[in-house]
């Protein structure tokens, strides 16, 4: 199966920053999602973004499906936006199952 | 039913114990997951079922450790003889198709079932 790297492990934002977090694949990809887990261990989903980009507020992603990566852009970061933010790909020809990278943990200070 | 239920959120077993865990997924959902996480890692992939193929059971970690899914919809994991190891909280989750081409592979995860072996 595939390899997902995410980068940074570790993010420690003041409320009102922006951050870019990323995610590396070992090989293409047809479906990669982002996820975010709160602090009470729910995962929601944030995109589904094999490529291009979209945005939802004040969360973006986009992914260079070409060039392996996809980041996630965090704007006006608030507080709530703490926990842990997973990227997932699918490479279909691999199999069929989605395989998480590591989690970057975001801390977001008042 | 509106989301992925799991059951139970929790359970401390006795090491050598078995344990059952549920998972009802979404009404028409047809691909469902199971994936392990335990203390502050990452999400480890366990078993995948779509449909009525054969399920990839290429994430189970031993023979100990075995995934139903009757009528295309319930599924459980069982583990059998549990060890100290197996201790994480284990996820759950669905999604309309696993073609791998369109959105409909969104998968939404349940609240998990957090495991404790003494």
């Known amino acids: 199966g595939i390899q997902v790297e995410q980068s940074p492990p570790d993010l420690i934002l003041q409320e009102g920053a922006n951050s870019t977090l990323r995610c590396n694949f070992s090989?293409?990809?047809?479906?990669l999602q982002w996820f975010h887990q709160n602090p009470w261990g729910q995962l929601i989903n944030l995109f589904y973004?094999?490529?291009g980009t979209k945005q939802n507020g004040r969360l973006s992603a986009t992914t260079v499906a070409t060039e392996r990566y996809s980041l996630l852009y965090i704007s006006s970061s608030q507080t709530t936006d703490s926990g842990v933010y997973f990227c997932?790909?699918?490479?279909?020809?691999?199999?069929?199952?989605?395989?998480f990278g590591g989690g970057t943990r975001v801390l977001v200070k008042p | 039913g509106a989301g992925v239920s799991q059951s139970p959120s929790n359970k401390v077993t006795e090491k050598g114990k078995d344990v059952e865990l549920r998972c009802d997924p979404i009404?028409?959902?047809?691909?469902l997951y199971w994936y392990r996480q335990s203390l502050g890692q990452g999400l480890e992939f366990l078993i995948y079922?779509?449909?009525?193929?054969?399920?990839?059971k290429s994430g189970l970690p031993s023979d100990r450790f075995s995934a139903e899914r009757t009528g295309g919809s319930v599924s459980t994991l069982t583990i059998q003889r549990t060890q100290q190891e197996d201790s994480a909280v284990y996820l759950c989750?669905?999604?309309?198709?696993?073609?791998?081409?369109?959105?409909?592979?969104?998968?939404?995860f349940g609240a998990g079932s957090r495991l404790t072996v003494l």
């Open positions: 989750a669905s999604s309309r198709q696993s073609s791998g081409t369109s959105g409909a592979n969104v998968l939404t």
């Open positions: 009404s028409g959902h047809t691909a």
């Open positions: 079922f779509q449909g009525n193929s054969a399920p990839d």
């Open positions: 973004i094999p490529s």
């Open positions: 997932a790909g699918l490479n279909k020809a691999a199999g069929n199952k989605l395989t």
């Open positions: 090989d293409s990809v047809n479906n």
